[in-house]
């Protein structure tokens, strides 16, 4: 019978990923203003998700929170613009100015972490 060497990491590493893609980067986007009462297939968070997805693929969004005025994305890293991925999802939610009343030009991006507080 032939041996089996197993052979155990010493630690984590930042960003390692069992989903479809190698590596999944997190963002918030914070949309300023409460979203919920646009969303539907023509309404603002709509939009704000082809936006995305005309620069990245989506793996998955997260529900609104914080009062409906933020949303966490979990985005194909290999998919994003290198260094300018915060930058280029926030210009193009911005570009949306106003969309079926909710005003988009002044939402923000941020990239977070997978950290789950407890």
């Known amino acids: 019978m032939a041996s089996v060497t197993r052979i155990h990491p010493t630690s984590t590493t930042p960003n390692s990923s069992i ?3 190698q590596s999944v980067a997190f ?8 979203i919920n009462g646009s969303a ?14 005309n620069i990245a ?3 998955q969004s ?3 929170g914080n009062s409906n005025t933020e949303q966490t994305f979990a985005l194909d890293r290999n ?3 290198n260094s300018t991925a915060v930058a280029a999802l926030q210009a193009a ?3 949306l100015g ?18 789950i507080a407890v």
Request: hydrophobic share 40%.
């Open 62 to 64: 997260g529900p609104l």
């Open 79 to 81: 998919s994003l613009p």
């Open 40 to 53: 539907g297939p023509e309404g603002a968070q709509a939009a704000v998700l082809q936006a995305i997805t």
């Open 27 to 34: 963002f918030t986007v914070d949309y300023i203003n409460a």
């Open 93 to 95: 939610i911005r570009a």
């Open 19 to 21: 989903a479809p893609t």
């Open 57 to 59: 693929t989506i793996i």
């Open 98 to 115: 106003t969309y079926d009343g909710v005003n988009l030009s002044s939402a923000t991006v941020t990239e977070k972490d997978l950290y």
